[in-house]
């Protein structure tokens, strides 16, 4: 795929010489930008999720028409030759294309599709509902902790597998599992030099979210081959690229526990809304680390045991957006009535089972420390409701509570809303 995407960038990069007839010097170019673009794309993996006109190929088209103008104006000085000069005809119509494309998503036109993103937000007062959150699953293991705790796990677990292997941090993901709270990460290769010297990753580590004192688990008799720490065909995000997904935007890649206990990744499939912008999430992909195998599934169709198709950072977007432009693009340059932007994003589990980004609403003024409501939106469906409420910021909560507890050397971590 990396080769045949080289392949055709190359023949419309040299385009300008072939129509000059500069036959030789556009075999040396191209000789010399095929090799060169093959390694980059294999090792960049470039979606084409914008379009083909507006993707990273064509960007490194417009550079190689650049190069091309440039060379052919240095040939036509040497050699008065004006008609050269219109090599630059084919970098201006390039560079034109892609100033057009990106006006059109500017916000200044677009404004009330930005704000649209987030889809239609039931308000409702905080009164009303019993919100969803349930009193027997609070979580009580911060973020950190689970990190220091599956590290500490891992350096005494049997075989001395912590040598080739570490927790990947980026993908502890807190999720339901059985009923109860948990923080699952795979174990991942530490550097290339054990990925060529080992079949696969021997498995994943599971902290408790509930119970800081529950037994960390390391389950080892795993043989994951596709992960973000492998190389080559090997590593999962390239897998997926050569596998169907090169024209699909792929993002949030999450380590969870599927019904039947087998650990699959969860990826999230977007596209952009608004020109290159905007994020709209179409499903998910799940993938067996295994053998590779893969299934897509919209929106709507979601298995239940998945617990995160909309990620965290598109939740944050929706609601920068709409906290910004929903009063129109003059108003958030110019009036700021009413503008809002999000807190940071956290998962709650509801007294229905579900998963809930509970995400606070505050001003922009960045003295204000209390909210204006806090929105619930289900992780699977992106579906939201705004709840009035008056309360402090995440960040006034462990202020306040850092000024308690901060002469004992503590700090406080991961704060969540719970009703």
């Known amino acids: ?226 992960m973000p720490g492998a190389f080559f065909d090997g590593n999962l995000e390239r897998h997926l690229w050569a596998h169907g997904y090169l024209t699909r935007g792929l993002t949030d890649y999450t380590f969870e526990i599927d019904e039947q206990g087998n650990a699959r990744w969860v990826v999230s499939v977007f596209a952009p809304a608004v020109a290159w912008w905007g994020t709209k999430v179409q499903g998910v992909v799940i993938v067996n680390p295994t053998d590779g195998s893969h299934t897509f599934y919209p929106v709507g169709d979601i298995p239940d045991w998945v617990d995160r198709a909309v990620p965290a950072g598109v939740v944050e977007e929706w609601l920068t957006y709409r906290g910004k432009y929903a009063s129109g693009w003059w108003n958030s340059v110019w009036t700021h009535l009413n503008l809002t932007v999000p807190e940071d994003p956290n998962l709650v589990y509801g007294h229905d089972g579900q998963p809930y980004w509970v995400t606070g609403i505050t001003s922009t003024n960045r003295e204000d420390e209390s909210l204006i409501g806090l929105v619930y939106t289900h992780c699977r469906t992106g579906k939201s409701v705004f709840y009035h409420a008056i309360g402090g910021t995440d960040q006034a909560v462990l202020t306040s509570v850092n000024n308690k507890i901060k002469y004992r050397n503590w700090h406080g971590a991961s704060p969540v809303l719970y009703n």
């Open 1 to 226: 795929m990396s080769f045949v995407m080289a392949l055709v960038v190359t023949l419309v990069a040299v385009l300008p010489l072939l129509v000059l007839r500069k036959i030789a010097i556009g075999a040396i170019f191209g000789g010399i930008i095929l090799p060169l673009l093959w390694l980059i794309y294999y090792a960049a993996t470039p979606s084409l999720v914008w379009g083909i006109p507006w993707s990273l190929p064509s960007v490194w088209v417009l550079i190689c028409w650049l190069v091309a103008a440039i060379a052919c104006s240095s040939y036509a000085n040497e050699h008065q030759e004006p008609l050269l000069f219109h090599a630059w005809w084919f970098f201006g119509a390039g560079l034109l294309a892609l100033g057009v494309r990106g006006c059109s998503g500017w916000s200044a036109f677009r404004s009330s599709d930005y704000a649209g993103l987030i889809g239609a937000v039931e308000t409702r007062e905080w009164s009303q509902d019993v919100q969803p959150a349930d009193p027997l699953h609070i979580r009580q293991v911060s973020d950190e902790l689970a990190s220091f705790l599956a590290d500490k796990q891992l350096g005494s677990a049997p075989g001395a597998i912590g040598s080739q292997f570490e927790v990947s941090k980026p993908h502890l993901t807190l999720q339901m599992v059985r009923g109860e709270l948990w923080y699952v990460a795979p174990l991942d290769f530490k550097n290339f030099r054990v990925w060529t010297s080992v079949d696969a990753s021997p498995g994943y580590v599971m902290v408790h979210g509930e119970d800081p004192a529950h037994p960390v688990t390391v389950k080892s008799d795993q043989h994951f081959r596709y």
